[in-house]
C-alpha cells in the first residue's frame, strides 16, 4: 500500500503492519518517516532494534539469522535493512521475497535507499513486502507542494502567518527541506508569541543567514579558498547538519555541469531558465572559467562517495569531507588527495 509522506504519521495512528519500505532522495522526509516508526515502534515494545546495511561486503544470512533470533530482553525487535542501491541482488531478492510471507508478528522490518524507478516497484520481492507492508517515496518537492509542506510546518508550530511568509521561507530554503525545518525551529525561539509577518521573518532570515549555507557556496563558486574555510568552522560550531551542505554542493555541481555543456557545444546560456539570476551570474562565470570538464568529472565523483560515505557510516569530522570538497570547487588540486578525517582543524 502506498502512502504518500503528508499522510504517513496518520496511517501510523491505524496500526502498525509489518513492512515500511521507505525510498527516495529528499532526507528530511525520510528522516521524519524513520523516526516516526522507530518512535512508534518502541512504544508498541519493539526494544530490540537491529541495523543491516546491504553494501557490497553485505552477507544476506544476516538478515535470515536477524529474523530468527530473538533476544533475551526483548520479545519484540524492529530490524532496519538499507538498500543504498535499492535493488538487493538475486540472492537479496529471493530472500526478501520468502520472508514476506515468513515474516512474525513480533518482528518489524523497515527497508530503506534512495530513490527508486518503477522497475524497482515491479519486482516480485518488492511486490511481495508491499503486500504485507506500507511504502513510500520521497522526492524533493517543489512550488505548490513545496509551499504546502512549509505552510503545514508552521502550522504544527501553531504559527500565525501569511501567504507571503510561506513564500519567503520556500526562497530562501531554495527547496532544500532541511533548511527550511532548521529556519522554522529557529522561529519558534526568536518569536514565542508565535506572531509571524514579511517583515519579523526577513530580519530573522537575514540575521540567521550571516554565515549560512548559501553564502557559503556563494564564496566557494568565487574561489576564496579563505573565506570558504572560514564559513566551513563557523557551520560546524553551529551544528549544521552535513547532509544540508552535501545537498548544495551536488546542486551547485549539477548546475556547473549544464553550464559547462552548454559552453562548450557553443549554446546560449539563458540565465533565468537555469534558476540564476543576475546578482549570482558573476559567481557562476568565476567558477566555469576555473573549472574544466574534466575537474567537474572528478568533483561528481567526489560528491558520489561523500554522500555514500556520510549515508553508510559514521564519520567522527565529516566537515574535513566537506572542506575537501569545497576546495575542489575553488580550484586546489586535490582530487587524488585522500582526507584525514582525524585532523584537528580544518
Known amino acids: 500500500m502506498q502512502v504518500y509522506p503528508d499522510r504517513f504519521r496518520q496511517t501510523l495512528k491505524e496500526g502498525l503492519k509489518g513492512c515500511y519500505l521507505v525510498f527516495g532522495d529528499e532526507p528530511q522526509q525520510k528522516f521524519e518517516i524513520l523516526q516516526a516508526l522507530r518512535a512508534t515502534a518502541k512504544q508498541q515494545g519493539f526494544d530490540d532494534r537491529t541495523v543491516l546495511v546491504a553494501d557490497g561486503e553485505f552477507s544476506w544470512s544476516r538478515l535470515i539469522d536477524a529474523t530468527q533470533s530473538m533476544s533475551l530482553f526483548a520479545a519484540r525487535q524492529l530490524i532496519e535493512l538499507e538498500l543504498p542501491t535499492g535493488k ?21 522490518l523497515i527497508i530503506h535507499g534512495g530513490r527508486i524507478g518503477k522497475d524497482v516497484q515491479r519486482t516480485k520481492w518488492f511486490k511481495a513486502l508491499d503486500a504485507i507492508g506500507v511504502f513510500t517515496i520521497c522526492y524533493p518537492l517543489e512550488g505548490a507542494q513545496l509551499h504546502k509542506w512549509i505552510q503545514q510546518r508552521l502550522q504544527s508550530e501553531s504559527f500565525q502567518f501569511t501567504p507571503a511568509c510561506v513564500k519567503l521561507i520556500a526562497d530562501f530554503s531554495e527547496g532544500n527541506l532541511m533548511a527550511a525545518a532548521q529556519e522554522i525551529e529557529k522561529l519558534t525561539l526568536a518569536y514565542p508569541d508565535k506572531q509571524l509577518d514579511e517583515e519579523k521573518l526577513a530580519s530573522a532570515l537575514v540575521d540567521q543567514s550571516r554565515f549560512n549555507v548559501f553564502q557559503l557556496v556563494d564564496i566557494m563558486l568565487q574561489g576564496d579558498r579563505t573565506r570558504c574555510v572560514k564559513i566551513l568552522q563557523r557551520l560546524e560550531s553551529e551544528g549544521i547538519e552535513p547532509n544540508i551542505i552535501i545537498w548544495a554542493l551536488v546542486r551547485e555541481w549539477q548546475t556547473l555541469w549544464k553550464l559547462n555543456h552548454l559552453q562548450n557545444s557553443g549554446q546560449t546560456i539563458t540565465w533565468p531558465k537555469l534558476g540564476i539570476w543576475k546578482n549570482r551570474q558573476g559567481y557562476y562565470q568565476q567558477a566555469m572559467q576555473r573549472l574544466s570538464k574534466h575537474d567537474l568529472t572528478q568533483i561528481g565523483e567526489q560528491l558520489t562517495e561523500a554522500d555514500q560515505l556520510f549515508k553508510q557510516t559514521s564519520v567522527v569530522r565529516p566537515y574535513i569531507k566537506l572542506c575537501h570538497l569545497c576546495l575542489l570547487f575553488t580550484g586546489v588540486p586535490l582530487a587524488h588527495m585522500a582526507f584525514a578525517e582525524s585532523a584537528e582543524t580544518l
Not at 515468513?102 to 518482528?107: C, E, I, P, Q, R
Request: net charge negative; charged share 15%; aromatic share 0%.
Open 88 to 108: 538487493p541482488g538475486t540472492e537479496g531478492a529471493g530472500i526478501l521475497t520468502d520472508l514476506a510471507s515468513n515474516l512474525s508478528s513480533d518482528t518489524l
